[in-house]
């Protein structure tokens, strides 16, 4: 199983997404508090639709406790802008977990400085564009991991 992280998301329509996206492809969410809404927020529901109830989620009380989660997977990939490793460089497993930061900053520096080498990026063909956006990004990576592991179990 593949497990997608968020780390202190702050926007609840992108979470919602995330989480459909999530529960479509079978992947596990993990939510890292503080969160910036309710869970019950009208417009993680809206967006997320019916699929919250089909949802594997696990929240987390902050890093520390994700950190120290038995259930946490072992090998985690760090999405950022701030890698020259890109995505297409890795080769996802069963059971990688795919981390990405929150919108207004990112992953904190304490969770680069964890994930060292398990920094990736999303490639860009477009010079000067910032970033693209979570729940995007989210698809994208999710995506690509699983196509990996498909092929890898043929």
């Not at 329509?13 to 995330?18: A, E, L, R, S, V």
């Not at 992947?27 to 699929?51: A, C, N, V």
């Not at 109830?53 to 950022?80: C, G, I, Q, Y």
């Not at 964890?114 to 989210?138: D, E, Y």
Request: charged share 25%; aromatic share 8%.
């Amino acid at each position: 199983m593949l497990h997608l992280i968020l780390h202190q998301p702050q926007i609840p329509q992108n979470t919602g997404n995330i989480g459909r996206l999530c529960a479509y492809t079978g992947t596990k969410l993990h939510l890292i508090r503080p969160l910036g809404f309710k869970i019950e927020d009208k417009h993680l529901r809206r967006s997320g639709m019916d699929y919250w109830k089909e949802l594997n989620v696990e929240k987390h009380e902050d890093w520390d406790a994700f950190l120290s989660n038995k259930n946490r997977p072992r090998r985690v990939w760090l999405l950022t802008t701030k890698s020259q490793r890109c995505l297409w460089d890795v080769k996802f497993q069963d059971g990688d977990g795919l981390l990405f930061g929150n919108e207004g900053n990112g992953a904190p520096p304490c969770v680069h400085e964890w994930a060292g080498n398990h920094r990736i990026r999303i490639p860009s063909f477009k010079q000067g564009l910032r970033s693209l956006n979570l729940a995007t990004s989210a698809g994208i990576v999710t995506y690509e991991a699983l196509r990996q592991i498909a092929h890898s179990n043929k």
